[in-house]
């Protein structure tokens, strides 16, 4: 089993994404399960903008629409920015509307029997209103959202630290992220058992 978590922070690399930082919280328990985990930071590739799955040469969506394909399990992981998802989510999700029209051999829509699930940090509030929004688009695109596929981190209202600077309240957001990737694998395997038909005509 795989899964892709693409990060959307804003920072690149190298420069430490608090974003990331919780998402490996994910991605460790993720491996405890078995499962095999690639991690994308978006904003390191030349992801064009557009709601099409290839919008012109050189774009780097192709490649990361591809592993999307070829893993069970997604994690949407961003940063709140004036309360919503960071622009390279809301990219991605962009990017990822060109699945609604994309079918497999078997006439599904190529974004069922995918489970997916959301990590968001920030130092200002907004974490639940992220979580919706990735959550809600997911769901659109015809993936299954477990109950308590996410976590978040933050310290309440107004601003405040980085999750990189304060220990406080990691350990409900870890215990709350390794509970995300058991039912995030739980729900992978049953769908694999048993998957989705395609709809009816």
Partial sequence: MKALVINCTLKQSPEPSNTE????????????????????????????????????DGDAWPHVHDK???SEILVIASP???????SVAQ????RMDAMLSETDDEGRPVAYNRVAGVVVTGNEDGAHHVISEI????????????????????????????????????EWSHRTGRAMAANLTAVARALTERPVGAPPG
Avoid: F, M, N
């Fill in 91 to 94: 990219k991605v999700l962009e």
């Fill in 21 to 56: 930082a919780l998402a490996r919280v994910v991605v460790e328990q993720l491996e405890k399960e078995g499962v095999e985990v690639d991690v994308v930071r978006a904003v390191d590739l030349d992801i064009a903008p557009g709601v099409t799955s290839e919008v012109r």
């Fill in 68 to 70: 999307l394909l070829d």
């Fill in 80 to 86: 709140t920015w004036l309360g919503r998802p960071s």
């Fill in 135 to 170: 959550s809600g688009a997911l769901a659109d695109l015809g993936c299954t959202i477990p109950g308590q596929a996410w976590t978040y981190w933050h310290l309440g209202p107004g601003p405040g630290p980085d999750y990189l600077d304060d220990e406080r309240g990691r």
